[in-house]
């Protein structure tokens, strides 16, 4: 059964057009730091930066979607040339749907990763619903599959890498490495 299940995954991967990321818990920990000065800060982790480079030069969408307001997650998305960066969002699923209409991307070319209660509520505008190993145990219930990496600690890393195994471009990455090109 679980063979069966995770080739279906496979399927689903390889058709894959939009990756939609919640970022607090997703692309970080969760936590909230601040400086002396009351600043935000977050803590991202570089091997999902380049998971999320990747998958893009594979020519995915990449977007964020948060409810969480902007500052560090609008900067990490300038960095990693993400253009749909929708930060402050309150309603999810209407935030999503006006997205896949602007791209002309349908539920099933989308997969979304998220790890909390409001993250629910897509599920069924999306294909895949995905969650980091530590996400709260109602979203791992309700996911079509559970990273074993943790929010912030390589669980988007550990998706890029699999969709790209699913597409058949991993090896080449693997055995070759990977170089920056502004093309």
């Known amino acids: 059964m679980r063979s069966l299940r995770w080739w279906w995954h496979r399927q689903q991967l390889r058709r894959m057009k939009l ?3 919640d970022v607090d818990g997703v ?21 999902d930066g380049l998971g999320i480079r990747l998958l893009q030069q ?10 969480g307001q902007g500052g560090a997650t609008d900067v990490r998305a300038r960095q ?15 935030a999503l749907n006006t997205l896949q209409m ?22 069924p505008v999306v294909a895949l619903l995905l969650a980091p190993a530590d996400a709260c145990a109602s979203v791992r219930r309700g ?13 988007v890393r550990e998706l890029a890498e699999r969709i790209l195994q ?10 070759r490495g990977w170089r920056d090109r502004n093309d």
């Open 143 to 155: 996911a079509d599959l559970v990273l074993s990496r943790r929010g912030g600690h390589g669980a």
């Open 58 to 67: 594979a020519g995915l969408q990449i977007a964020l979607l948060s409810g």
């Open 102 to 123: 602007d791209l002309a991307i349908s539920p099933a070319e989308t997969v979304f990763v998220g790890d909390d209660l409001n993250d629910l509520a897509v599920r």
């Open 80 to 94: 990693l040339g993400i253009q749909h960066c929708l930060v402050g969002i309150k309603d999810k699923v209407h």
């Open 19 to 21: 990756l939609v990321l």
């Open 166 to 175: 699913a597409r058949g471009g991993w090896s080449l990455l693997n055995n």
């Open 27 to 47: 692309l970080t920990d969760g936590g909230l730091w601040y400086d002396p000065n009351g600043q935000l800060t977050k803590r991202f982790d570089v091997r």
